[in-house]
C-alpha cells in the first residue's frame, strides 16, 4: 500500500502526462493498494470546482485521490505574509506527508511523465523498506503521447547522476537525494520530521533531507529505473506567474555570529544562505522543525475526523527570518 504525493504550483502542469503514464504501468490490483495525494498550490488561486474538476476528469475514478492546497506557511498561498509566493517545495512535501494513510511513501514533482518502470521500482522499494532515490532529465520541445515520452531536446538537461553510478540501483550519498521522485517508509520521514522548512524560500529541501537520513543511518539507494522525463519549459500562464527563490548573502562577521548561534561550522568562501544550509543539514539538528510534529498531523487528518482549521499552524505574521533577522513580510 503506497501513497504517492504529487506536487504543483503551476496553472498548467501537465498532470495528464503524470496520470497517463501511472496508469499505463499499474494493473487494477495495483490502482487499488495506492492513494494519489495531489498538493496543489494553485488551488487557492483558481476557480476551485473548475481546478478540482480537470484532476478528476483525468483520474476517472481509477485511483483513490485526496486534492489540498499546501498547509499554512508564510511562503506562499492564502496565510502568506510575503508580498510575492516564495518557492516552498518543503512545506509543500511536507503536507503530502500529513495526508498520506499509507505506510510508503512516493514523492514527484509536476511536468513529468514517468518512466515504463518507475511504478514496479516504488513498488520494489515499499517490498523491502528502501529508500529510492529516483533519476530524471529535463527537456527542451518534448513531446508525450499517451502517457508516453515520444521525443525532445535533452542536451544539457540529463541528470548527472546516470553517469556516476554503473548498476541500475546503487548505495548512494544523501546529497544525491534530488531530483523529481523519491520514495521511503512515512516512518522514516516522522524520525527526521519531514523536510527543513528552513529551506523555503531559498531551495535545496531534497538533498538536506538525504543529507540528514544518512546521519540517521538510513541507506539510500540511486535507482535508475525510477526515471522520469521533465519538462525543461513551463507553459502558458506560468512563464509569467512569479515563484520566488532568493539566496542572501551576510558580511563575514555577521555570518559568523549566525553559525555560532546555530552550532554549526564556518566555511571559506560565500557567506550565502545556501552555504549556511548546507552547513546545517551536516552538522545541525537532525530533527527539524520543532514548532510542529507532521506524525501528529498525519494521525489528526489522515486517521481522524479533525476539522483541518483546527490542525495546522497558521503563520503570526510577525516573524523574523532565521538567517537575515529580518521580517519575513519584507522578503528574503
Known amino acids: 500500500m503506497i501513497s504517492i504525493v504529487y506536487i504543483t504550483f503551476r ?5 495528464k502526462w503524470f496520470i497517463e503514464s501511472l496508469c499505463n504501468q499499474a494493473t487494477a490490483e495495483q490502482c487499488s493498494q495506492l492513494q494519489l495525494i495531489i498538493v496543489d498550490g494553485f488551488l487557492f488561486e483558481s476557480d476551485q470546482p473548475v481546478r478540482r474538476a480537470y ?4 483520474i476517472q475514478g481509477r485511483i483513490e485521490t485526496v486534492h489540498v492546497s499546501p498547509k499554512p506557511t508564510m511562503w506562499q498561498g492564502q496565510y502568506r505574509i510575503t508580498k510575492d509566493n516564495y518557492f516552498a ?14 505506510p510508503y511513501i512516493a514523492f514527484v514533482d509536476d511536468l513529468g511523465v514517468l518512466g515504463p ?5 516504488v513498488f520494489e522499494g515499499s517490498r523491502h523498506n528502501h529508500i529510492y532515490c529516483g533519476a530524471y532529465t529535463k527537456v527542451k520541445d518534448i513531446v508525450v503521447e499517451g502517457g508516453k515520452f515520444i521525443s525532445g531536446n535533452t542536451q544539457g538537461g540529463v541528470d548527472s547522476r546516470l553517469s556516476y553510478y554503473s548498476q541500475d540501483v546503487s548505495v548512494c550519498g544523501g546529497g544525491h537525494m534530488f531530483g523529481s521522485s523519491f520514495c521511503m517508509p512515512l516512518c522514516w520521514l516522522f524520525e527526521v520530521n519531514g523536510q527543513n522548512e528552513m529551506c523555503d524560500g531559498l531551495g535545496g529541501e531534497d538533498y538536506d533531507l538525504g543529507i540528514r537520513l544518512e546521519r540517521q543511518g538510513k541507506v539510500l539507494q540511486y535507482n535508475k529505473r525510477m526515471f522520469i522525463h521533465e519538462s525543461d519549459y513551463t507553459f ?12 542572501p548573502v551576510l558580511p563575514d562577521s555577521v555570518y559568523a555570529e549566525r553559525v555560532g548561534a546555530y552550532g554549526i561550522p564556518n566555511h571559506n568562501g560565500r557567506k550565502d544562505m545556501s552555504h549556511f544550509m548546507l552547513s546545517y543539514a551536516n552538522h545541525g ?16 487528518i489522515a486517521h481522524s475526523q479533525k476539522n483541518l482549521d ?23
Open 55 to 58: 484532476f478528476q476528469d483525468l
Open 117 to 121: 518502470n518507475w511504478l514496479e521500482a
Open 236 to 247: 502558458g500562464s506560468d512563464c509569467q506567474r512569479k515563484c520566488i527563490r532568493a539566496d
Open 89 to 102: 517545495a518543503a512545506n509543500t512535501r511536507n503536507t503530502g506527508m500529513c495526508y498520506a494513510k499509507h
Open 11 to 15: 496553472e498548467n502542469c501537465q498532470f
Open 285 to 300: 539538528k537532525i530533527r527539524v522543525n520543532p514548532e510542529f510534529s507532521i506524525e501528529s498531523y498525519n494521525r489528526d
Open 310 to 332: 483546527d490542525v495546522f499552524q497558521k503563520p503570526l505574521g510577525t516573524e523574523i527570518h532565521y538567517y537575515t533577522q529580518r521580517p519575513v513580510s519584507e522578503g528574503i
